[in-house]
C-alpha cells in the first residue's frame, strides 16, 4: 500500500459505494473492533476538510464502536472479495468471528486505532467530524423513506468524518 495525497485521489465514488462496497471499520484493533459492509455513503469536502459521509442503523453492532471513538478505516476491495464482503455485511459480530468466517486479514491501520485489511486496494482513516440521526420529519420527499425504512425506530445515523490518510495499492 502507498499514501496518497487525499488531492490526488481519483475515484468513482458512486460506483465504489453502490457496486464495490466499503468495510467501514471501527474500534480498537489491539482490543475490541467490529467492521461492516456499506454501500451508502459519499466523498467531498466539507468545513474545509477532505471528507466522507456513511451512514448506519441503529441497531448495527459496529454503531457501537463507532459512538465510543470517532475513529474509524473505510477498506475498498477487488471484485474477488465480494463473497467475504457479503460475509461481513450479513453476519454480525455479536453473534460470532464474522472476520475469521470472510477470511479476510485485518491488519493495524497507520494513524487510526482501528483496523484496516490486508486484501484492500484502497484504505481511508477517518475520524467523524458530526453524527446525525435521521427522523422522518427530515425528508423532503417521502419515497426514500417508504422504500427504505420500516419505521422511524430504524433509520440511519449519518457520520461525516475527516479522511486523514489514504492508502491505495499500486
Not at 453476519?91 to 484492500?120: H, M, Q, W, Y
Request: glycine fraction near 6%; charged fraction near 25%; include cysteine.
Amino acid at each position: 500500500m502507498k499514501d496518497i495525497d487525499i488531492a490526488e485521489w481519483s475515484a468513482k465514488p458512486f460506483a465504489e459505494f453502490d457496486k464495490g462496497w466499503f468495510l467501514l471499520t471501527g474500534g480498537d484493533f489491539s482490543s475490541k473492533w467490529n467492521t461492516m459492509t456499506v454501500s451508502w455513503g459519499f466523498a467531498g469536502t466539507m468545513w474545509g476538510k477532505p471528507v466522507v459521509a456513511v451512514v448506519v442503523r441503529p441497531g448495527r453492532y459496529t454503531r457501537e464502536f463507532l459512538d465510543a471513538n470517532p475513529e474509524f478505516t473505510l477498506s475498498a476491495f477487488p471484485e474477488e472479495c465480494k463473497k467475504a464482503l457479503t460475509i461481513l455485511g450479513t453476519k454480525s459480530g455479536r453473534d460470532c468471528d464474522k472476520v475469521a468466517l470472510s477470511g479476510l486479514t485485518p491488519v493495524p491501520a497507520n494513524i487510526v486505532k482501528a483496523p484496516a485489511f490486508a486484501e484492500a486496494d484502497t484504505v481511508l482513516e477517518c475520524r467523524a467530524l458530526y453524527r446525525q440521526p435521521m427522523t422522518r420529519g427530515s425528508f423532503l420527499d417521502s419515497a426514500p423513506f417508504e422504500k427504505w425504512y420500516s419505521s422511524e425506530d430504524d433509520l440511519h445515523i449519518a457520520y461525516i468524518a475527516e479522511v486523514l490518510a489514504l492508502r491505495r495499492r499500486q
